[in-house]
């Protein structure tokens, strides 16, 4: 069975940091591109960052700079470092593993950034 958990949400204030976590079981972690989605009240929901099987990485414009993705493939687990924090980072972040035709969603964790 797939599963993927995530933890590390919280409600910070702007300037903070928090690092996400998803640790995940059931498939082979090592072949799967993983990435974090965030999906705001009333917005779709947008990717983040991805880091596929190669370590190779890529970034939504809005957290270059700011955000880290990266996995251990040892722990079946990917990270989100999310520094210098803003209130447009509020949302729901998602942890998603994809390798064609397949795809496996967390449930989610929220993050909330406000003073």
């Known amino acids: 069975q797939v599963q993927l958990v995530e933890s590390g949400g919280g409600l910070v204030q702007p300037g903070d940091s928090l690092r996400l976590s998803c640790v995940t079981s059931?498939?082979?972690?090592?072949?799967?591109?993983m990435a974090w989605y965030r999906q705001a009240p009333g917005k779709q929901r947008d990717l983040v960052a991805r880091?596929?099987?190669?370590?190779?990485?890529l970034y939504a414009d809005s957290v270059k700079g700011r955000f880290t993705i990266s996995r251990d493939n040892t722990k079946n687990t990917v990270y989100l470092q999310m520094n210098s924090l803003k209130p447009e980072d509020t949302a729901v972040y998602y942890c998603?593993?994809?390798?064609?035709?397949?795809?496996?969603w967390g449930q989610g964790t929220q993050v909330t950034v406000s003073s």
């Open positions: 059931g498939f082979t972690f090592s072949t799967y591109s």
């Open positions: 998603n593993a994809a390798r064609f035709p397949h795809e496996h």
């Open positions: 880091v596929i099987s190669d370590g190779s990485t």
